[in-house]
Nanobody
Framework: QVQLVESGGGLVQAGGSLRLSCAAS????????MGWYRQAAGKQRELVAF???????NYADSVKGRFTISRDNAKNTVYLQMNSLKPEDTDVYYC?????????WGQGTQVTVSS
């Protein structure tokens, strides 16, 4: 069983910054991919960014240059530094872990960017 616990969401003005954290616990393979997705009400969940256990990263075009994903493998924790936030970044952000034995999701954290 894997648990993902997210933190760091909140309300921020446009142009501001937030840092999301996601700590994974339980049975976790050393080879995995951790990432962040976001979803607005009535819309499909979309990838924001992911990072492999080897440190390779990938970003959605909409966040390139503004968001940075990183991880601490010793703590099984992934971070998402979000800068220059825009109102359209307002969503529920979900942490995701993919590993050979399966996939796990966090409970989600709300990010609201006011204009």
């Amino acid at each position: 069983q894997v648990q993902l616990v997210e933190s760091g969401g909140g309300l921020v003005q446009a142009g501001g910054s937030l840092r999301l954290s996601c700590a994974a616990s339980g049975s976790i393979s050393s080879i995995n991919v951790m990432g962040w997705y976001r979803q607005a009400a009535g819309k499909q969940r979309e990838l924001v960014a992911f990072i492999t256990s080897g440190g390779n990263t990938n970003y959605a075009d909409s966040v390139k240059g503004r968001f940075t994903i990183s991880r601490d493998n010793a703590k099984n924790t992934v971070y998402l530094q979000m800068n220059s936030l825009k109102p359209e970044d307002t969503d529920v952000y979900y942490c995701n872990l993919k590993q050979p034995r399966g996939e796990s999701w966090g409970q989600g954290t709300q990010v609201t960017v006011s204009s």
